[in-house]
């Protein structure tokens, strides 16, 4: 074990997996999804895995998987390359100097020099941020078929397996009045007992977000995420004080900045959290200890992400107080393959913790020369 081992190579990969149907957002409709895995190796031998994974390209955030590469490649390694690989402060502070934005990356070099570290002292990842409060966490499932009868069905055989029993609705690709019948028939249909969320990837105007959900609380939907642009920070504080259904922030609860403006103007009573937008692990400990101070609930978010930055995100979730809304860190079985040797284990609506040290995984490098992009 050396305590002083510094980082000596910086390797990216990108890989391509197919989804297992055809996912519908408001500004993308996914077939596959690309992730672009960081391995990190050390002068003591010890190797960490981290995942920048973004939705649709350049349609959801402003790095693109063939960007990020180009920009951990050309830019990150030479900068970190040579810097102590436990003193993941020290490289986070040297990036946030020499790299603008480019959060999605960071939150990877982040995720892999953590990998490493617990791998060098037999820790878990959420024991190197303070320890797990819970050894599993609760998950939902979005259905995002493009077709509310297969939406029905798909979550009825989601049901009776006892894998979910939260569901996440994406609407914001039709009119409203289309998106909300949609909603409703769903709600309809698998009843009182099946808490149901709806996620408007800020496709509706303001007005338009006033009538919209209304008509989503009548119809008996507990959580309403992002109906506004993101940067409508005082529409979505009108929202939250209007409606009695609570208002969850997911773009425009981006970073710890984001985190203290939102919270200080009331802008959403729940925040919906993720490694990619908040540039890391540690950054959702700021994020969430603004939203504690202000008694705003918390939301463990996705970026879709395969295996690796699923329990990334699992790792630091683990580790919040008023994590009140559970999490969607389903992005794996949306996946019609893995690149790890051993899934994770989900059902009866949680996912477990891995036990090992690091991230708890290994990769399976058949697999990744498999979907590598060549
Ligand atoms: C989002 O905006 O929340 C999370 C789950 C899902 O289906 O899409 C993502 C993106
Ligand atoms: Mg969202």
Redesign the pocket.
């Known amino acids: 074990m050396d305590q002083f081992a510094l980082i000596k190579q910086v390797e990216t990969f990108i890989i391509d997996l197919p989804t297992i149907r055809p996912h519908h957002l408001s500004m993308a409709v996914m077939h596959k999804q690309t992730m672009v895995i960081v391995r990190i190796i050390c002068s003591d031998g010890i190797e960490g895995i981290g995942e920048s994974t973004t939705i649709g390209g350049l349609s959801y955030g402003d790095e693109s998987p063939e960007g990020m590469k180009l920009t951990i490649d050309q830019y990150i390694a030479p900068l970190i390359v040579g810097q102590q690989a436990n003193n993941t402060n020290a490289v986070m502070q040297l990036m946030g100097k020499y790299i603008q934005g480019n959060h999605f990356v960071k939150s990877a070099i982040e995720t892999a020099l953590l990998d490493a570290k617990g791998i060098r002292y037999g820790l878990a990842v959420s024991s190197l941020l303070g320890g797990a409060v819970t050894p599993t966490l609760p998950v939902l499932w979005t259905l995002a078929s493009g077709d509310t009868e297969k939406d029905i069905e798909e979550a009825q055989q989601l049901i009776d397996s006892k894998r979910h029993h939260t569901f996440k609705l994406k609407i914001g690709r039709n009119v409203p009045k289309k998106d909300i019948a949609h909603v409703a028939a769903i709600k309809k249909a698998l009843g009182e007992d099946i808490k149901i969320t709806v996620?408007i990837?800020q496709a509706w105007s303001e007005s338009t977000a006033k009538q919209g959900i209304k008509k989503l609380q009548d119809a008996g939907i507990d959580l309403i995420?992002?109906p506004l642009v993101k940067t409508n920070v005082q529409g979505l504080a009108r929202l939250t004080r209007y409606f009695e259904v609570p208002i969850m922030a997911?773009?425009a609860a981006g970073t710890v900045v984001d985190a203290f403006k939102l919270a200080s103007n009331y802008a959403g009573s729940v925040f919906?959290l993720k490694i990619a937008k908040s540039g890391g692990l540690t950054n959702i400990q700021r994020q969430a200890a603004i939203a504690q101070g202000a008694g705003i609930s918390l939301y463990g978010?996705t970026m879709l992400e395969g295996t690796i930055g699923t329990l990334a995100s699992a790792h630091v979730f683990a580790t919040l107080p008023n994590l009140d809304w559970g999490t969607e860190l389903f992005g794996p079985l949306l996946l019609t393959d893995d690149i790890v040797n051993t899934p994770i284990t989900y059902g009866n609506g949680v996912l477990e913790l891995p036990q090992g040290p690091g991230l708890g995984i290994s990769i399976n490098w058949n697999k990744v020369e498999t979907y590598k992009r060549k």
Request: hydrophobic residues 10%; glycine residues 12%; aromatic residues 0%.
């Open positions: 996620d990837n995420e992002q997911d773009e919906a978010g």
